[in-house]
């Protein structure tokens, strides 16, 4: 069964600073997709960045990077220039990118993340 | 079209009441996933839908609970004789399946308390 695993329970960050969220993952398949999703307080969870196994180039979204070790199994965010609408628990998913299970989200426990001014 | 719509947002229930709640996605999307989210905790797949067929259930799905897509459109979410442990927030997702590249796009949930 796929895993995902984040240890950082809490992360903070200073307004304008550099942060980075890791994430660490199991699986025997060799296509799948990772995924970095953002749940503010009370609000819906919504996709930051997604990444296909395939692909070497790690994915960018302006602000947001990821690095992508596939060897490693690792897939970290990191979030420049931070900002307080940043200020979210974010969760690193998995998911399978073919067959029956195909969509199908793995997640990990989250991080929290706080944005000082 | 505005986004995925969960409804109640939030529901208050006494152990052994049966509870309903229904999730409408984005109308063009034919894939449809229920998750449940405990406090502090990382969403847990429940169970999905490709248009109207349940194509997979987790082991968490007890037989309390039941879930349907009628004519691959909305779909509820049925928990019988509820008990304290599914006390959490039950989150509907959909997507355009094969060709999404794996984004689900999620509703508000719905907080169940269950006294």
């Known amino acids: 069964a796929q895993t995902v695993t984040q240890s950082q329970p809490e992360m903070s960050v200073q307004e304008a600073e550099t942060v980075t969220l890791s994430c660490t993952y199991d699986t025997s398949e060799s296509d799948y997709y990772l995924f970095w999703y953002k749940q503010p307080p009370s609000r819906q969870m919504i996709l930051v960045i997604r990444?296909?196994?395939?692909?070497?180039q790690n994915a960018t979204e302006n602000r947001f990077s990821v690095n992508f070790q596939k060897a490693a199994k690792s897939f970290s965010l990191k979030i420049s220039d931070s900002q307080l609408g940043d200020a979210a628990m974010y969760f690193c998913a998995y998911s399978i990118a073919g067959g029956t299970s195909y969509g199908k989200l793995t997640f990990g426990q989250g991080t929290i993340l706080t944005v000082h001014p | 079209d505005t986004g995925v719509s969960q409804d109640p947002r939030h529901k208050i229930t006494k152990r052994g009441q049966n509870v309903t709640f229904r999730c409408d996605p984005i109308s063009e999307h034919n894939r449809l996933y229920w998750y449940r989210q405990t406090l502090g905790q990382g969403p847990e797949f429940l169970t999905y839908f490709q248009n109207e067929a349940q194509l997979e259930k987790s082991r968490l799905l007890s037989d309390r609970f039941s879930a349907e897509r009628p004519k691959g459109s909305f779909s509820t979410l049925e928990i019988q004789r509820t008990e304290q442990g599914d006390s959490a927030m039950y989150l509907c997702?959909?997507?355009?399946?094969?060709?999404?590249?794996?984004?689900?796009?999620f509703g508000p949930g719905t907080r169940l308390t269950v006294l």
């Open positions: 990444q296909e196994a395939y692909k070497q």
């Open positions: 997702a959909s997507s355009l399946g094969l060709a999404s590249s794996g984004e689900q796009f």
